[in-house]
């Protein structure tokens, strides 16, 4: 599985940004979506999981009421819509793919994609 994130960028506080993974290869193998993000210095992050058939969803306490994971498997897509963007929102997003769990832990992930950078000024 190949994974393609955009979508990322520079905004204000308060404002919206919606990341989208395009997925490629053989898909069918893929169990749950996820989103992580690492900002400077420190590790990469838990933020949001959603199965591939939709019936599971998981997100960071941290951006539950902000966040929203989808998917859509016919087009082969993964979104995360992120509204009330603030400061500490601001880091390298990441895709990634787990062939056969439901997990909020990155070392059960297979796949990555190569991130895509959100920066929010205050």
């Known amino acids: 599985v190949q994974l393609q994130a955009s979508g990322g960028g520079l905004v204000q506080a308060g404002d919206s940004l919606r990341l989208s993974c395009a997925a490629s290869?053989?898909?069918?193998?893929?169990?749950?979506i996820g989103w992580f993000r690492q900002a400077p210095g420190k590790e990469r992050e838990f933020v949001a999981a959603?199965?591939?058939?939709?019936?599971?969803?998981s997100y960071a306490d941290s951006v539950k009421g902000r966040f929203t994971i989808s998917r859509d498997p016919v087009k082969k897509m993964g979104f995360l819509q992120m509204n009330n963007l603030q400061p500490e929102d601001t880091a390298v997003y990441f895709c990634?793919?787990?062939?056969?769990?439901?997990?909020?832990?990155?070392?059960?992930?297979?796949?990555w994609g190569q991130g895509t950078l959100v920066t929010v000024s205050s």
């Open positions: 290869g053989v898909t069918y193998i893929i169990y749950t």
């Open positions: 959603i199965t591939w058939g939709g019936s599971r969803q």
């Open positions: 990634s793919v787990d062939e056969g769990s439901f997990s909020r832990y990155a070392t059960d992930y297979d796949y």
